[in-house]
């Protein structure tokens, strides 16, 4: 890898003269040198359009397309920040992004341009990529040499929304320096190459295809292959095209991926590996079977308050080991939890005790949020950082990722994590992906529910739970949400959100197990209706206080 550089600038400007190919779409490809030299032009046009005092910032409303890559650079260069805007938001969240982050400037395309129809933008100027009167904006600047003399490592660089399901999205803060130094962690860790190729496939506008895909082959000189929006069908063809050797993935994008039909040639291609969250261990080694990769399951938030890192030796379903000032505490005591107790096959047999918060209470580079001095204050809770993701820990010192903080259940007083759970219905015959989320007991706490895209057979799903010896007693799904695909957000993780607010009340066929009874039947509306279903109002978590962090 090439030697230390301390802020995006310096390493968008080391590629002034590389005439290797550097950066490839699906309409054609620029060099490396052809980037910087677009990023310089776009520099000093945005340094000329920021009006006398605004916050130097732009706002990026597109696709993967080269543009992106362009303006994160260009925005490097001009000491600015880029906040990506998620453009499967609407009308007024919208623009409540947009104006949340202050930006004077907005970059779309003319196939989001009309998002913003109707929208109330006041001091906001729209630019639109590949129109007449940007390409006549930038021509002027045509002659600009990338200059990094500006940036320092300081100069934030990126306004982050987080994806959290409850309240408006936060917009975590990251510098050029913490950008460039996570660029160079993972160059380093997965041996980056400067003839590597990165498939950039998950959207730009979220914290894991910049930080841990566009960021690395920065930083090692590779190239970046772009795919405008994910697609399952495109991502083999994709990469023989392009050569790729490294991409990154979160949510449902491997199951989508193990769902296409299987081929011969499935393993004739040139990745190395996958970087990611939330594959599975069940899904990570179906991959690595059909297609010959591994995937790297990783933690790491786009705020940068903790991070845990695989390493050699870690036990296949853990994430890595605890480093220094990681803990696993109580929400709710700030207690230390218990070590898991694990059978001799993984499985967790103490998840009530064992699961709790993943906090670090040693140093952090956690940058903040723009303008939320409240969720800053959640996050930095007693002088230790509270991530909001649940973990549980070990005896040897190994973390394995739980869930969110927001999708921990209460049944019958026990506190349940829904990941814990989705593992183990994951093994399910007939599933070919499952997500768990906590329903209104209609007395107190949470009833489990589960969504499941596949075959679906009610006494075979009955035996297969009795059958599980890590399936706790609170555990079973007291209903089942048969889909005919997962609904997904747009940075592909499951939409719980909209499962938990559309409860057992869905246009899709719900089975359900009624009280002491160990066969699941059809819930009928008059079953909805009964004493026994709670189909209004907050769950349980909420009612009694024990509303999950703010994420």
């Known amino acids: 890898m090439e030697s230390t550089a301390r802020t995006v600038a310096e390493l968008v400007a080391r590629r002034w003269h590389d005439h290797r190919p550097g950066l490839w779409w699906e309409d054609g490809s620029l060099t490396h040198h052809q980037v910087a030299e677009g990023a310089a032009a776009r520099a000093a046009l945005l340094a000329d359009l920021l009006p006398p005092g605004a916050e130097p910032h732009v706002g990026v409303l597109l696709d993967n397309t080269p543009e992106f890559p362009l303006w994160l650079s260009a ?11 998620n453009p499967t938001r609407r009308g007024p969240e919208l623009a409540r992004d947009i104006l949340h982050t202050e930006c004077p400037l907005l970059i779309t395309s003319p196939s989001r341009l009309p998002l913003l129809t109707g929208l109330d933008l006041p001091g906001v100027r729209v630019l639109v990529t590949g129109t007449e009167e940007y390409d006549a904006l930038l021509a002027p600047y045509a002659d600009a040499v990338p200059d990094p003399a500006r940036a320092t490592p300081a100069d934030r660089l990126l306004l982050c929304f987080t994806s959290g399901s409850t309240g408006a999205p936060k917009a975590a803060l990251c510098s050029q ?7 160079r962690t993972l160059a380093d860790r997965f041996a980056v190459r400067a003839d590597d190729v990165h498939y950039v496939c998950m959207p730009m506008f979220h914290g894991n295809a910049v930080i841990a895909d566009w960021a690395p082959a920065l930083a090692a000189g590779a190239g970046v292959a772009l795919r405008a929006r994910f697609s399952s069908t495109r991502f083999l063809p994709d990469v023989r095209t392009y050569r790729a050797t490294y991409f990154t993935y979160v949510g449902r994008a491997v199951q989508y991926l193990l769902a296409t039909e299987e081929r011969p040639d499935d393993r004739d291609h040139p990745l190395r590996v996958g970087f990611g969250t939330e594959a599975g ?47 696993v505490l109580d929400p709710e005591t700030g207690a230390e939890c218990p070590p898991a107790d694990l059978d001799p ?12 918060e993943l906090v670090n209470r040693g140093p952090n580079p956690f940058e903040g949020y723009w303008r939320n001095p409240a969720a800053e204050a959640e996050r930095r809770r007693d002088g230790l950082y509270w991530t909001g993701d649940l973990f549980y820990r070990d005896r040897d010192g190994y973390l394995y990722f739980a869930g969110r903080a927001d999708d921990r259940l ?12 989705e593992n183990i219905l994951a093994r399910y015959p007939g ?5 768990v989320y906590a329903v209104p007991d209609p007395v107190t706490g949470d009833q ?44 592909n993780k499951i939409h719980r959100a909209l499962l938990r607010r559309e409860g057992v009340r869905c246009a899709d066929p719900v089975w359900w197990r009624p009280p002491g009874e160990r066969a699941y039947r059809v819930l009928t509306p008059e079953d909805a209706e009964g004493p026994l279903v709670a189909t209004r109002g907050p769950s349980s978590v909420r009612r009694q206080g024990l509303e999950p962090r703010t994420r």
């Open 345 to 356: 096959a993984g499985r967790l047999r103490n998840g009530d005790q064992a699961i709790g």
């Open 75 to 85: 925005a490097a260069l001009a000491a600015a920040a880029v906040a990506g805007i």
């Open 177 to 183: 320096g913490r950008l460039a130094a996570a660029g």
């Open 281 to 327: 261990a069940v899904d990570a080694a179906a991959f690595a079977r059909r297609f010959g990769v591994r995937l790297v399951e990783g933690y790491g938030s786009s705020e940068g308050g903790a991070a845990v890192q695989w390493t050699p030796g870690t036990p296949a379903g853990a994430v890595g080991p605890a480093g220094p000032g990681l803990a």
């Open 410 to 421: 209460r049944v019958d007083s026990e506190n349940l994590a829904a990941a814990m759970i």
């Open 431 to 435: 599933a070919e992906a499952v997500a």
């Open 448 to 491: 489990v529910m589960a969504a499941l895209a596949g075959d679906f057979a009610p006494d075979a799903f009955a035996a297969f739970l009795a059958a599980q010896p890590d399936l706790g007693t609170k555990m079973a799904p007291r209903f089942v949400r048969v889909v005919p695909r997962m609904p997904v957000t747009a940075t």
